[in-house]
């Protein structure tokens, strides 16, 4: 009995369709996952050097009915000014108090207790944002805390 051979030897004749196939799709798959990565770091780079203010809670305590103090630990540039905006919140997530809060000093790193009035007692407080100054003609940029 002969065995009968249905395709032709390996290497013999060149690439085969699905070969040549196989190259066009990594090529096309690198080019996009490259395009991509680009992208990404575009924008996170936009984002990290964008950022002119921004705020972070450190904690809070609920002082009476009326008031609640809040620690902010701000960071900015040195010579940048701005201002964060702080809610105090009832039990049903209603606002009862909010206070903007404005950093002018000449420092990159601040940290400051704020106290917020309240027209009821208060169970959270949360920071709403910040937004940075951008220079002399009084542009503002919001950022999130």
């Not at 009995?1 to 395709?7: I, K, P």
């Not at 030897?9 to 040549?20: S, V």
């Not at 960071?75 to 009862?96: F, I, M, T």
């Amino acid at each position: 009995m002969t065995a009968v051979r249905e395709a032709a030897p390996e290497g013999r004749y060149g690439r085969t369709e699905d070969q040549r196939a196989d190259r066009k799709l990594k090529i096309v798959g690198s080019v996009l996952g490259v395009a991509l990565l680009g992208v990404i770091g575009w924008i996170g780079f936009d984002y990290v050097g964008g950022q002119g203010i921004s705020a972070e809670m450190i904690k809070f305590k609920i002082v009476s009915d009326t008031r609640a103090d809040v620690h902010l630990e701000v960071r900015k540039d040195r010579e940048g000014h701005g201002y964060c905006v702080v809610r105090a919140l009832s039990e049903d997530g209603s606002e009862v108090g909010r206070k903007e809060v404005r950093f002018d000093r000449a420092e990159d790193r601040i940290d400051e207790v704020v106290n917020v009035v309240t027209r009821s007692r208060a169970t959270a407080v949360e920071p709403m944002g910040c937004t940075a100054d951008d220079g002399p003609t009084g542009r503002s940029a919001a950022h999130p805390v």
